[in-house]
């Protein structure tokens, strides 16, 4: 916030699975390596509450990071094809499902990604 500080910008104080802060119509809504820190009730709720607030025509980007846990984090197993239905559950259809894609990052070689879009 002080780094930004001399934009316009409204800062929100919320988290997934409820984003109970956020109202209105969004475009364009993107979770990237958070969805993972999501159980499964909490991954069914949050996407259903993420095709609310899409506007129609609105495009949703996810990533599901599939490996082992860090030390001490709150990880939970993530479902490319789970994920899929409880997206199209809530309304949206699938555009890019693509599964195994290597991290980038150092000392990551164990873990994988999964690509996903969605659109209202």
Not at 21 to 47: C, K, P, T
Not at 66 to 72: D, E, F, I, T
Not at 85 to 94: F, R, V, Y
Request: charged share 20%; hydrophobic share 40%.
């Amino acid at each position: 916030m002080e780094l930004y500080a001399t934009l316009d910008i409204r800062w929100l104080r919320d988290a997934l699975p409820e984003l109970k802060s956020l109202y209105g119509a969004f475009d364009f809504i993107l979770a990237s390596g958070v969805w993972h820190h999501l159980n499964g009730e909490e991954q069914h709720q949050a996407m259903s509450r993420i095709a609310q607030l899409l506007s129609p025509g609105g495009v949703f980007a996810l990533t599901l990071r599939s490996g082992p846990a860090g030390v001490g984090t709150r990880v939970f197993p993530t479902d490319g094809k789970q994920t899929i239905a409880n997206a199209e559950n809530s309304g949206l259809k699938t555009l890019l499902f693509l599964e195994n894609q290597p991290s980038l990052m150092k000392h990551k070689e164990n873990v994988c990604w999964t690509k996903l879009v969605f659109q209202k």
